[in-house]
Each structure stands twice: as structure tokens, then as C-alpha cells.
């Protein structure tokens, strides 16, 4: 059972470059996030997805995108990376509502480094 | 906008003490997560909380939820080393029928021999 994938787990960015962190979840989870981490900090909702082809921004989206063609991806493209983009992003999953008891799946998270 | 916020940020305590952490929230919501993490890890559910007066327990930790004062408390019960972590709590804000959640800080929890 994997539940939420995160890859790649490091990456080293040069300043302006883009990357993708792709997520994928075999649960067939509706909801889907993205997190970032800063050291020692709290979880920052970048972007979220309650479905295939819906998207939402949270608190942090500038500098990201997000789509979501299928029910299992939810990948994370930022474009001109930036240092204040170096974090831990987490991936995280939910089959539905709270209402129905779901807790959130979380990812083993990425490091990225912009330099 | 929902803010979440965690009392304390940085907890020391003895082994077989008692603590509560605190969890306060901005704006009106019945649905509430407490998490842990470990250094360099990823999150673990421990306890999620649906409704007004919900208690939920597990091993030494125990969770509440006030939804009219908008509290959540996590009860340490005679701690033990293995509990030292750092504890989440996150917030359902709901908009219309979409569950954006938002987490609090954080308290940063050492148990001390």
C-alpha cells in the first residue's frame, strides 16, 4: 500500500530555474494539498484540489502552480525559482470531507534548496 | 481568514509530569486535526475531532474540542521520552463545501529524564 508519493525526495535548484514535484496517491483520495515547511515552522497550504480538474489556492500560492488532470496527481510546478522557495514540501491526501471522519495522508515530503 | 494558533511554541517537561497544549482557532469550524512529527519525518495523524465535546484518547494523549470557544487541548498524561516530538494542530476552514486546512504553529515538545 503506498499511499501518497512524493518524488523527488532532494533537489538542489539554481536560482530562475522551474521544477515540478509530482504527487501521486493510490487511495483514490478527491482531496489533495500542498504544504511547505520552513525550518522549525508550522505547515503552509500552498494549493489544494477537491477533485480532478478543481483547484484552489491556499495561504502561500504565489510563485507555484498546480493542476490536476487525473484523481491520482496533483503535481506542483514553480517556475523561477527563488531562495525563499527553499522548504520541506508535503504532499497530503483525503478521501472526502471531514464530515466523514477522513484523516489527511501525508507524503514523506520533498527538500528542495534554491542556491 | 482562519488563523490557527499553539500555546505553548516550545514545551520542556519531566518524565511523568502532566501538560496540556492549546490549540485556538479564528473562525468557526467543528473539524480539527492533531498531528506529530518527528525531526526530518513526516506527519502522523493522531487524533481528528468532529464535533463539539469530542474526546478522543490514545495511550497517554488525550484530545478535546470546544467549538464554542474554539479550543482544542491535547493532554499529556505522565510523560515519557518517546513523546518528545513536535505536535500540530490544523483547522478545517470551510468554504462552501471545500475543506481548505490550515495548521497551527506547532509546539515543540522535549521530555526530559
Known amino acids: 500500500n503506498a499511499g501518497v508519493t512524493q518524488t523527488p ?5 539554481k536560482i530562475g530555474q522551474s521544477m515540478t514535484l509530482q504527487c501521486t496517491q493510490d487511495m483514490n483520495h478527491n482531496y489533495m494539498y500542498w504544504y511547505r515547511q520552513d525550518p522549525g515552522m508550522g505547515l503552509k497550504l500552498i494549493y489544494y484540489s477537491v477533485g480532478a480538474g478543481i483547484t484552489d489556492k491556499g495561504e502561500v500560492p504565489n510563485g507555484y502552480n498546480v493542476s490536476r488532470s487525473t484523481t491520482e496527481d496533483f503535481p506542483l510546478r514553480l517556475e523561477l525559482a527563488a531562495p525563499s522557495q527553499t522548504s520541506v514540501y508535503f504532499c497530503a491526501s483525503k478521501r472526502g470531507q471531514t464530515y466523514s471522519g477522513n484523516t489527511i495522508y501525508f507524503g514523506e515530503g520533498s527538500w528542495l534548496t534554491v542556491v | 481568514e482562519l488563523k490557527v494558533e499553539q500555546n505553548p511554541l516550545f514545551l520542556s517537561m519531566q518524565e511523568g509530569k502532566n501538560y496540556t497544549i492549546y490549540c485556538n482557532y479564528s473562525t468557526t469550524s467543528d473539524r480539527l486535526y492533531w498531528y506529530r512529527q518527528d525531526p526530518g519525518k513526516s506527519l502522523e495523524s493522531l487524533f481528528v475531532l468532529l464535533s463539539n465535546g469530542a474526546v478522543k484518547q490514545e495511550g497517554r494523549l488525550m484530545a478535546s474540542l470546544d467549538t464554542k ?45
Open chain 2, 69 to 113: 470557544a474554539r479550543l482544542s487541548t491535547l493532554h499529556i498524561t505522565a510523560a515519557v521520552h518517546d513523546l518528545s516530538a513536535t505536535y500540530f494542530c490544523a483547522v478545517d476552514a470551510l468554504k462552501t463545501s471545500y475543506d481548505k486546512v490550515i495548521f497551527g504553529p506547532g509546539t515543540s515538545l522535549s521530555v526530559i529524564p
Open chain 1, 9 to 13: 525526495k532532494f533537489r538542489i535548484l
